[in-house]
């Protein structure tokens, strides 16, 4: 799919991996299509609609996604650094092994998603929610998670470190199976 010079408003039932879709300001849907590997970065995507749809290894750092949809959709391995994510709604998303560094989760909710092995250190997560999601070996390091609402998640493996700020008492990150990671 040549995307030189043309804007897209939306993106349905297609299969093309590595598309090149940087900087653009006028999507604001994907549906049933399988963009692997394509890149978004610096993105203006601001209520953006994702569902059905595979975007793994998907570049999106420093992408405007604010006030996003996600829909049974997979983005693992996908790269949201510097991103802003706020007062997003996911739902049965795959990020495992996504990174999320430095980005903006805030007043986000997330239910039923796979978020293993992802890395959230430095994001902000104010607000969030996470229902019945699989949080094992993510990385919370140097995250202020104390206002996040976690309700029947799966946290074992999960780091932490001096500087991540828990909704509960350490000890009570121990039993959940978290880990603690630093000088003791």
Do not use: Y
């Not at 590997?37 to 290894?57: P, Q, R, V």
């Not at 996908?78 to 990174?99: C, D, K, P, Q, T």
């Not at 029947?152 to 121990?174: D, H, M, S, V």
């Amino acid at each position: 799919m040549n995307t030189e010079n043309q804007t897209f408003t939306a993106i349905k039932q297609k299969d093309e991996q590595r598309i090149n879709l940087r900087n653009t300001t006028t999507l604001r849907l994907i549906s049933a299509s399988n963009l692997a590997e394509s890149s978004f970065d610096n993105s203006d995507m601001g209520k953006l609609h994702i569902k059905n749809s595979n975007l793994a290894s998907a570049d999106f750092r420093k992408c405007n996604l604010k006030d996003a949809q996600f829909q049974f959709s997979n983005f693992d391995n996908a790269n949201f650094e510097w991103s802003n994510m706020g007062n997003n709604h996911f739902h049965r998303i795959n990020l495992e092994s996504s990174n999320l560094e430095f980005t903006n989760l805030s007043e986000s909710s997330f239910q039923e998603c796979n978020l293993a092995d992802a890395n959230l250190r430095w994001s902000t997560m104010k607000g969030s929610q996470s229902i019945k999601c699989d949080l094992r070996n993510v990385d919370f390091s140097n995250t202020d998670i104390s206002t996040v609402k976690f309700d029947n998640c799966k946290l074992k493996g999960a780091k932490f470190n001096i500087n991540t700020k828990l909704p509960f008492l350490r000890e009570k990150a121990l039993k959940l199976g978290m880990n603690f990671i630093g000088i003791q």
